[in-house]
């Protein structure tokens, strides 16, 4: 494994627990009843509130990284194949 392949990895594995969070913060915002119930009163309405707005940048930085990436892996693939 090359070391661009290593970094997608990791990248995609942050976007993807980022995501999950993300989507679990928010509905312990919406719905903190059964999020409290679920994490046994771990993360509460506040809780889920402060965790969600300080993922807001993280999120959006490796989401950046992650297009990045992405647009220059098919830029070094159509280089290859025309050459």
Same mark, same amino acid.
């Given at each position: 494994?090359?070391?661009?392949?290593?970094?997608?990895?990791?990248? %995609?594995?942050?976007?993807?627990?980022?995501?999950?969070?993300?989507?679990?913060?928010?509905?312990?915002?919406?719905?903190?009843?059964?999020?409290? #119930?679920?994490?046994?009163?771990?993360?509460?309405?506040?809780?889920?509130?402060?965790? %969600?707005?300080?993922?807001?940048?993280?999120?959006?930085?490796?989401?950046?990284? %992650?297009? #990045?990436?992405?647009?220059?892996?098919?830029?070094?693939?159509?280089?290859?194949?025309?050459?």
């Amino acid at each position: 494994m090359d070391r661009f392949s290593l970094v997608r990895t990791v990248v %995609h594995w942050l976007v993807t627990v980022l995501i999950i969070l993300y989507i679990f913060t928010g509905l312990g915002i919406t719905y903190y009843y059964v999020i409290e #119930a679920v994490t046994f009163g771990w993360i509460s309405k506040l809780g889920a509130y402060q965790l %969600h707005t300080f993922l807001l940048y993280p999120f959006i930085i490796v989401l950046v990284l %992650h297009i #990045a990436l992405s647009l220059i892996q098919n830029r070094q693939k159509r280089n290859i194949n025309v050459a």
